[in-house]
């Protein structure tokens, strides 16, 4: 799946074009390296590492989600890495 679309799915940004653009801006780490295309794949088990607001959000992927669905349900497909 699309790095952009998987943000997008797991509710982490408000639109596909703004994960987009974070993904294009250098933004957002996959597995520790610095990404630049929304159409890296991503794969369960991959680390991502992002800005969310002032912190810094890690997490791996537990599932692929099929759907952009509630928060809650989104928040299942993930774990949070402190």
């Known amino acids: 799946m699309r790095i952009d679309k998987l943000l997008f799915f797991l ?12 993904a294009e801006a250098g933004h957002i ?4 390296r610095r990404i630049e295309k929304g159409s890296a794949a ?9 800005p969310l607001g002032d912190a810094v959000l890690t997490l791996k992927l537990l599932s692929v989600p099929v759907r952009r ?3 809650s349900e ?3 497909f993930y774990q949070r890495i402190d």
Do not use: C, E, F, Y
């Open 11 to 22: 509710r982490l940004a408000k639109s596909r074009s703004l994960a987009l653009s974070w």
């Open 42 to 50: 991503v794969r369960i088990g991959d680390i991502i590492t992002m």
């Open 69 to 71: 669905g509630p928060a």
């Open 29 to 32: 780490r996959l597995n520790g």
């Open 74 to 76: 989104a928040q299942l």
